[in-house]
């Protein structure tokens, strides 16, 4: 019986070495090795169990991508801009560089070009956003097995009852899927603070009216091991080398 093969690409995102984009285009220059053979035929299909290995060009271009924090305001949409509102990439600019960025990198032109949202925060919605030129750091945020939570701060509006908080905790299903476990707990009297592991488009508006709560203020403070602190609305930080999501 013959061995099912997967295209290499494929199997690059899979080990987390880059993301699918990415690995076509470090094939194409000839950048990537199977089992010490390069391979620059896209498309090219390997065993699921071979090794692969980047040259170090593929792994200095790696290197010199950055991951940005961005504080993001009301008013700025996560990725395209829509019906007249800007997208949050916008904002990176040496004039919003937090002044207390500790990362030691220099900011260049470059670093604002090519940068993809790792997750969606609404448009109504402050707080801790990434913005990534590393497929790598994308995959681990957002990918389809992703196991980094994300914190929020929610201000809320209502009356909840113990049955609700338990709901908003798990039992709540949205477009047709029951959601993963939450985390969710009184913050102080009118501030729910929840820790999820997915992100469905508004979810945390859509769990609240389920339990009849309106949410009036949301705001993300963490994203894994990864905190907003003290970062002011409207201003980015990149990711330093010693921070892990």
Same mark, same amino acid.
């Given at each position: 019986m013959s061995?099912? /093969?997967l295209r290499l690409s494929k199997l690059m995102s899979m080990r987390g070495l880059c993301s699918r984009r990415e690995a076509?285009?470090? *094939?194409a220059r000839g950048w990537v090795r199977v089992d010490g053979v390069p391979v620059t035929e896209l498309g090219t299909k390997?065993?699921?169990h071979c090794r692969i290995d980047l040259m170090q060009q593929a792994q200095r271009e790696q290197n010199n991508r950055v /991951? *940005? #924090?961005l504080n993001k305001p009301i008013g700025y949409v996560s990725a395209q801009a829509e019906d007249g509102y800007q997208p949050a990439s916008v904002l990176i600019t040496a004039g919003n560089h937090y002044p207390e960025d500790q990362s030691? *990198? =220099?900011f260049s032109n470059e670093h604002a070009h090519g #940068?993809?949202? =790792?997750?969606r925060l609404d448009i109504d919605s402050i707080g801790l956003l990434v913005l990534t030129q590393d497929g790598r750091i994308a995959k681990q945020l957002i990918g389809e097995n992703s196991a980094v939570d994300k914190e929020y701060l929610v201000r809320v509006e209502g009356q #909840?009852?113990?049955k609700g908080l338990r709901l908003l905790n798990h039992g709540l299903s949205l477009d047709g899927a029951a959601l993963r476990p939450a985390q969710v707990s009184w913050q102080n009297q009118d501030q729910l603070r929840f820790v999820l592991r997915e992100g469905k488009k508004r979810q945390i508006r859509r769990m609240c009216e389920l339990v009849g709560l309106k949410v009036i203020g949301l705001k993300r403070i963490r994203i894994g091991n990864v905190l907003l602190g003290d970062l002011p609305i409207g201003q980015w930080r990149y990711l330093a080398d010693n921070e892990q999501f």
């Open positions: 061995e099912e /093969t076509d285009v470090y *094939i390997v065993s699921p /991951t *940005i #924090l030691g *990198i =220099a #940068l993809a949202p =790792a997750g #909840l009852s113990e």
